[in-house]
């Protein structure tokens, strides 16, 4: 949600200047994500929250203090290593990189299973409003970051 947010074409046509706080949940934040929220949004005291269903639904918090690095670290997925081929690669690792294209707007990525290798990377991408881009460009390193 505070991506499409950061995003929207009219976002600067809101002053968001006495916002202060608000909380995060339901999905892994891009450390970009959270300073955005934090300096743009003017949330400095923004916290993540996790939980599950059974709990109804929050189990845990960030404190408001806490440094960002902890809060976007505080909520993970259910398997933070894809191993492919014997290779260890952090699907955190790949999103902080690919978040920092000037065509995404937002990425997560997941291992899925491969006969071959183990498993194989999966990312699903979620382009900036008005980009325009082709997996196999990406995949070839032709679409790249400027």
Not at 104 to 122: H, T
Not at 127 to 133: C, M, N
Request: aromatic letters at 8%; glycine letters at 6%; hydrophobic letters at 40%.
């Amino acid at each position: 949600m505070f991506i499409f947010i950061l995003g929207h074409a009219d976002f600067n046509d809101y002053d968001l200047s006495s916002l202060r706080t608000g909380i995060m949940a339901g999905a892994p934040c891009p450390v970009e994500t959270m300073n955005d929220v934090r300096d743009i949004m003017h949330c400095p005291e923004i916290v993540i929250a996790f939980g599950q269903t059974e709990s109804s639904p929050v189990m845990t918090m960030t404190r408001r203090d806490d440094p960002v690095e902890s809060r976007v670290s505080t909520i993970g997925r259910m398997k933070e290593m894809i191993i492919r081929s014997g290779e260890n690669l952090y699907p955190r690792e790949i999103e902080e990189f690919l978040h920092k294209h000037p065509k995404i707007s937002d990425v997560y990525i997941v291992g899925i299973p491969d006969k071959r290798y183990g498993e194989q990377v999966l990312a699903a991408v979620i382009l900036k409003a008005g980009e325009q881009a082709r997996a196999y460009r990406f995949l070839q390193g032709q679409d790249r970051m400027t």
